[in-house]
């Protein structure tokens, strides 16, 4: 396994992959990975759906224009999960209160699925293998896709993850620095426009001369553009037909 460090400061996502099938270990180490995840009183409010089956992957790589999750080995869905609470209630007869119609109840589903995505890209790169998180997948046709996942109430995606054997090492972008992620004790503003428009400069010249597609984006003007295409996505209307209508 790499040095942790190492691993850390040289994680990529990687969108292009080997045929070659992930072993039995490294699948081991994944799941165990997310099997053990913190997550929000234990009460583990996510589930994992592995993807394998390619005809199911190139179905959702038709909705999500992906090309990553038909050619990964593994396709891994990250969903937030109050379906297994609902039924072990039920079957006991205990009252299930309408957490699902808080945003707290929201948020928490999602922050245990992320932090298991997030101990799964770990885990993968530990063994050497390739990933890339693909928001889109919960965006692209949420309708369509949890038919395709056979998706119960109190179930949406979170958040997709493809893996693989990386048939390429793409460079490390850069990210905002120390002094603009980490603030000492309380939030601190002063001088943060001017560290960000270094950064902003710093993302330009890095997408000028980056390996594979060349761009002139700075950081600020393409990420303000990506806001303003999830202004057209209608999540709250997915969320309700999925069993969270949100009311406080």
Not at 104 to 111: K, S
Request: glycine share 6%; net charge neutral.
């Amino acid at each position: 396994m790499e040095d942790i460090k190492t691993m850390f400061e040289e994680r990529t996502s990687v969108r292009r992959y080997e045929r070659e099938p992930i072993t039995d270990y490294a699948l081991s180490v994944i799941y165990s990975a997310i099997l053990n995840t913190p997550t929000s009183y234990n009460g583990q409010q996510f589930s994992v759906i592995d993807i394998s089956d390619q005809e199911l992957k190139e179905k959702i790589y038709d909705l999500t224009g992906q090309k990553q999750i038909k050619t990964c080995n593994r396709f891994f869905v990250f969903c937030a999960d109050y379906n297994k609470i609902t039924l072990l209630a039920e079957k006991k007869g205990l009252q299930m209160p309408n957490v699902t119609h808080t945003v707290d109840g929201v948020m928490v589903g999602i922050i245990d699925a992320t932090l298991a995505m997030c101990n799964a890209v770990i885990a993968a790169q530990s063994c050497g293998l390739g990933s890339c998180c693909i928001g889109y997948t919960r965006t692209a046709n949420t309708e369509k896709l949890a038919e395709l996942l056979n998706l119960p109430k109190g179930v949406f995606v979170v958040c997709g993850l493809a893996v693989g054997v990386p048939r390429e090492k793409p460079d490390v972008k850069p990210k905002q620095p120390k002094g603009v992620v980490i603030h000492n004790n309380v939030y601190n503003s002063e001088g943060l426009a001017e560290k960000l428009e270094n950064y902003d400069s710093m993302i330009k010249a890095y997408n000028a001369v980056r390996s594979g597609t060349k761009t002139d984006n700075d950081w600020c003007s393409h990420i303000l553009d990506y806001y303003k295409e999830m202004m057209n996505y209608k999540m709250l209307e997915y969320l309700k037909r999925q069993g969270f209508d949100v009311v406080r």
